[in-house]
Antibody
Framework: QVQLVQSGAEVKKPGASVKVSCKAS????????VHWVRQAPGQGLEWMGI????????SYAQDFQGRVTMTRDTSTSTVYMDLSGLRSDDTAVYYC??????????????WGQGTLVTVSS | DIRMTQAPSSLSASVGDRVTITCRAS??????LHWYQQKPGKAPNLLIY???NLQSGVPSRFSGSGSGTDFTLTISGLQPEDFATYYC?????????FGQGTKLEIK
């Protein structure tokens, strides 16, 4: 069965970086794109960016440009999201989710379980 | 960025009711509109994709319609497990924005 399994919760200080992993299984890793979506406590969903596991190309939301880096390791079917310059308002649950590769058909049929990142001094 | 606006923000209903949630896009997005259900502490779950297509495994009491800028999610015959928060999401252009959510509560 398709699974996206994320790394565990993190507590970071302001200004630090965090790297969250998302390990895919149950499907052909390079056949789907992976997105990152975050959700601050009690708030809605915010799309952060997308990575194409085939070549590693990425596209990031403007709000995260310069602070986020998404990478992948095809040998382990794992995608990583690195967020730097952490602020208190980056406290959120971070989700990875997969989509089809067809342009405009970026809906998310499988999600990771979420990783809580807490930024606090 | 395309702004997605859901209405209402919250809704009280009873088991067995028929409820409708609307989602409006700030510009035309054709049919590239998707609906998710989220329960507390869980990841969102895809219900409807491309405006009106029922995701595999989702009960047929869920349905979606619309195109352009106006879309609806309808739940016919609410079940206890349907009380959750619902989000729409557009995939017409990046950033792939979500609505603010509609919380469906038990009356």
């Amino acid at each position: 069965q398709v699974q996206l399994v994320q790394s565990g919760a993190e507590v970071k200080k302001p200004g630090a970086s965090v790297k969250v992993s998302c390990k895919a299984s149950g499907y052909t890793f390079i056949s789907y794109y992976v997105h990152w979506v975050r959700q601050a406590p009690g708030q809605g969903l915010e799309w952060m960016g997308i990575i194409n596991p085939t070549g590693g190309s990425t596209s990031y939301a403007q709000d995260f440009q310069g602070r986020v880096t998404m990478t992948r390791d095809t040998s382990t079917s794992t995608v990583y999201m690195d967020l730097s310059g952490l602020r208190s308002d980056d406290t959120a649950v971070y989700y990875c989710a997969r989509s089809l590769t067809l342009r405009k058909a970026y809906y998310f049929d499988y999600w990771g379980q979420g990783t809580l990142v807490t930024v606090s001094s | 960025d395309i702004r997605m606006t859901q209405a209402p923000s919250s809704l009280s209903a009873s088991v067995g009711d028929r409820v409708t949630i609307t989602c409006r896009a700030s510009q035309s997005i054709s049919i590239y509109l998707h609906w998710y259900q989220q329960k507390p502490g869980k990841a969102p779950n895809l219900l409807i994709y491309a405006a009106s297509n029922l995701q595999s495994g989702v009960p047929s009491r869920f349905s979606g319609s619309g195109s352009g800028t106006d879309f609806t999610l309808t739940i016919s015959g609410l079940q206890p497990e349907d009380f959750a928060t619902y989000y729409c999401q557009q995939s017409y252009s990046a950033p792939y924005t979500f609505g603010q959510g509609t919380k469906l509560e038990i009356k």
